[in-house]
């Protein structure tokens, strides 16, 4: 893509990672001092999606997420659809768009993290 603006004489390249990807980067550098990655290899006990599609949207996590369901993790899913890994899931959490996420944001804070 650099090359192609350099051939058109502007030094100017904007992709969707200047908007999605690189302020996770950015985000996840500050917060934790490196990017986190999720360990599939060791399987863990129970994944979490929360509204997160990742055969349509993640599918590098695909892959790993199926092989850890298979080894036994647990899944959860969180959101209003019935999406593939919702299907398959353990628990199924149907949120209403706009109206749940702040009472999933108040359990997850003062009952899960304390």
């Not at 603006?5 to 985000?27: D, E, R, W």
């Not at 399987?43 to 092989?67: K, M, Q, R, W």
């Not at 959101?79 to 999933?104: C, H, N, Q």
């Amino acid at each position: 893509m650099t090359r192609l603006a350099n051939m058109l004489g502007t030094p100017n390249v904007a992709s969707a990672g200047f908007v999605c990807c690189h302020p996770m980067l950015n985000a996840s550098r500050i917060t934790f001092g490196s990017l986190l990655a999720s360990d599939y290899e060791y399987p863990p006990a129970c994944i979490v999606l929360c509204g997160i599609n990742p055969p349509g949207t993640f599918l590098y996590h695909n892959i790993p997420i199926h092989e850890a369901l298979e080894r036994g993790s647990k899944l959860i899913v969180i959101d209003p659809r019935k999406t593939e890994l919702a299907a398959k899931a353990d628990y199924w959490v149907r949120i209403r768009p706009g109206s749940e996420m702040m009472r999933f944001k108040y359990t997850l804070e003062h009952q899960l993290i304390g």
